[in-house]
């Protein structure tokens, strides 16, 4: 009794970190498609040409600039990563990205809203800006599923240590395990039935 009681204190849960980035590049990239679709509709001070090409660079900025945040620090957190113990929680795919979402609802529609009255001034700019932010952090959440293949091992972390992001000064470290645990495949992607069932 003692030693169950004990493991049960020393439980915890871990979420993917690669779908902790997946998400929020998912929901990045269909705000700031909708946004960029409803500006192309509005003249706008700048007019659409000067705003679409605005946007473009925008994209691409954004696109680079989140696939590159904290690379190293990824990479460090990941070759260090300890070996999960048993009696850990591995948390669902769709329990992790409702909770990323539940606490950034107010904080996605913002930027949503900003996005469309920015179209007001250039339109669909701040649109492209977002979904090249969404772009940017799909692309980091492959860079990590491809890191998860090649190491055989999938990585995840403590949800309240990753407040800020995964690879955030508050994540003392990853923890690991094989890569058949979880419900995601490596990349955070959900998992094929085909490659469940194997």
């Given at each position: 009794m003692e030693e169950e009681a004990a493991v049960v204190r020393g439980a915890y849960v871990l979420a993917r970190v690669a779908v902790l980035v997946r998400v929020p590049g998912r929901w990045l990239w269909w705000l700031g498609v909708v946004a960029a679709g409803v500006g192309v509709f509005v003249p706008g001070l700048t007019g659409r040409r000067i705003g679409v090409l605005g946007g473009a660079a925008l994209f691409v900025v954004a696109a680079?600039?989140?696939f590159l945040a904290r690379r190293r620090r990824y990479t460090a957190l990941a070759e260090t990563a300890e070996r999960a113990p048993r009696s850990v929680f591995l948390q669902d795919r769709r329990v992790t990205a409702r909770a990323w979402v539940r606490a950034r609802r107010w904080w996605l529609l913002g930027a949503f809203v900003a996005a469309l009255a920015s179209g007001a001034a250039a339109p669909a700019a701040a649109g492209m800006l977002l979904a090249g932010a969404g772009a940017?952090?799909?692309a980091k959440a492959v860079r990590l599923?491809?890191?998860?293949?090649?190491?055989?091992t999938l990585l995840w972390v403590r949800?309240?240590?990753a407040g800020r992001g995964p690879a955030a000064r508050s994540v003392p470290g990853y923890e690991a395990t094989g890569p058949v645990a979880g419900d995601a495949g490596p990349g955070g992607s959900p998992r094929r039935r085909a490659a469940a069932a194997g």
């Open positions: 680079v600039v989140a940017g952090l799909w599923g491809r890191w998860e293949r090649a190491h055989d949800p309240e240590h």
